[in-house]
Nanobody, 119 residues
Framework: QVHLVESGGGSVQPGGSLRLSCATS????????MGWYRQAPGKQRELVAS???????EYADSVKGRFTISRETARNTIYLQMNNLRPEDTAVYYC?????????????WGQGTQVTVSS
């Protein structure tokens, strides 16, 4: 079974920082596009950032310049460095692994980790 193991969530004041981690297997890490999504209470899940196997990244407009997604090959792990956090960043953050071809799609999720930004 595919496992995506998340860590690093917590509570922080506005302007603070957190670093989320998502560890997976070597084959998932090397083949799938990895990303972070978030879901706040009463809202739809949204893509925060993604990183492809070649290192190319994409970010939601709301986090550009504040969040950085990265990969550590030795640990089969992706990270989300979250700086200058705002209350509206409060959500459950989910690690995602996705592989899409012309005829099929594979999509896996982590268990989620809570991020709370408040004064």
């Amino acid at each position: 079974q595919v496992h995506l193991v998340e860590s690093g969530g917590g509570s922080v004041q506005p302007g603070g920082s957190l670093r989320l981690s998502c560890a997976t297997s070597r084959i998932i890490f090397s083949v799938y596009t990895m990303g972070w999504y978030r879901q706040a209470p009463g809202k739809q899940r949204e893509l925060v950032a993604s990183i492809q196997t070649d290192g190319r990244t994409e970010y939601a407009d709301s986090v550009k310049g504040r969040f950085t997604i990265s990969r550590e090959t030795a640990r089969n792990t992706i990270y989300l460095q979250m700086n200058n956090l705002r209350p509206e960043d409060t959500a459950v953050y989910y690690c995602n692994a996705n592989l899409t071809t012309d005829h099929a799609k594979w999509n896996y999720w982590g268990q989620g980790t809570q991020v709370t930004v408040s004064s």
